[in-house]
Nanobody, 126 residues
Framework: QLQLVESGGGLVQPGGSLRLSCAAS????????IGWFRQAPGKGREGLLC????????NYADSVKGRFTVSRDNAKNTVYLQMNSLKPEDTAVYYC???????????????????WGQGTQVTVSS
């Protein structure tokens, strides 16, 4: 059973950067597409971006294009979310999630994702 654990969240000032990690255990990530999502207080869970199993294809929501970058290191069974130029409206709990897809592009619809981490809080405030 694949298990995911996010880390790297915290408090950052507007304009700052954070890198979140999503570490997997129980299975290799080689065959999984990975997505990053967030949920702000009182709002639904929003899909931000995803990366396919090989790392050769990504998909970004308009809200984070140009500011957030996803990457993966399959040797370390870890996926990363680099967040730059952070804004107060980026404040949310951030989740990584996975679904089995050994080939092809990744997609963002939340219903595709079977395995979820517990989330890590990101707060952007001065």
């Amino acid at each position: 059973q694949l298990q995911l654990v996010e880390s790297g969240g915290g408090l950052v000032q507007p304009g700052g950067s954070l890198r979140l990690s999503c570490a997997a255990s129980g299975a290799t990530l080689d065959y999984y597409s990975i997505g990053w999502f967030r949920q702000a207080p009182g709002k639904g869970r929003e899909g931000l971006l995803c990366i396919n199993s090989s790392g050769g294809s990504t998909n970004y929501a308009d809200s984070v294009k140009g500011r957030f970058t996803v990457s993966r290191d399959n040797a370390k069974n870890t996926v990363y979310l680099q967040m730059n130029s952070l804004k107060p409206e980026d404040t949310a709990v951030y989740y990584c999630a996975a679904y089995y897809r050994p080939f092809g592009r990744c997609v963002l619809p939340i219903n595709e994702y079977k395995y979820w981490g517990q989330g890590t809080q990101v707060t952007v405030s001065s």
